[in-house]
């Protein structure tokens, strides 16, 4: 049986505290058709005294995260080489009352988090702690029906309440219902519905 810690079992998994583990290949014969290149586990500092160093091309780099999901029911508008596509909003939440008066947010198609934290599709981060960090709500826009709905998360302890009453499931939203959460109100302001949507720009 191998030893555990033997650099030369290709099961070890040992990774003491300071220890790197590399992986180096021998790749002169890549191209020959041949399946048995020789590859050897080499821990620390060992690697550089028992092994040459590895070339360029035998460790290739992790492809770069490909970017966001691609939203049904348009297409992005590209900026140009190297740049973000823009996602065409369908609406906005204004702060009409609480902390962050006068504000608004945009909404956009498909499923919109609602919530304190800068990872929410729509970020309420006014100064209002009773607020849910993340997904206190969901403002959906269904571009097919081309229609708003406002999700409750009753998961979340303070209740959301659509002109003044709590909301309790799902229920379609439209042109200036108030929206409170907290000790915030917003008015809602669609962009998109029945007689305009996305995708009727060509």
Request: aromatic share 4%; proline share 8%; with cysteine.
């Amino acid at each position: 049986m191998k030893n555990p810690k033997d650099p030369s079992d290709p099961l070890n998994r040992h990774n003491a505290a300071g220890e790197q583990t590399v992986i180096i290949g021998d790749v002169s014969n890549a191209g020959s058709g041949s399946s048995n290149a020789p590859t050897s586990l080499v821990s620390g500092s060992a690697a550089a005294s028992r092994e040459p160093a590895a070339q360029p091309n035998v460790l290739k780099p992790i492809p770069s995260d490909p970017g966001h999901t691609r939203i049904i029911g348009y297409n992005t508008a590209s900026l140009g080489d190297g740049q973000k596509q823009i996602e065409p909003v369908v609406g906005w939440m204004v702060v009409i009352d609480g902390p962050g008066k006068g504000n608004h947010r945009p909404v956009f198609t498909g499923s919109n988090t609602i919530g304190r934290n800068s990872n929410q599709r729509i970020s309420i981060d006014y100064g209002d702690d009773t607020i849910s960090a993340e997904q206190q709500a969901f403002l959906v826009y269904d571009g097919k029906k081309r229609q708003f709905q406002l999700v409750p998360n009753l998961g979340r302890p303070n209740l959301v309440h659509l002109n003044d009453s709590a909301l309790l499931a799902n229920s379609e939203i439209k042109m200036r219902d108030r929206i409170t959460i907290g000790r915030t109100t917003l008015l809602f302001v669609p962009l998109c519905g029945p007689e305009f949507d996305w995708s009727d720009v060509k």
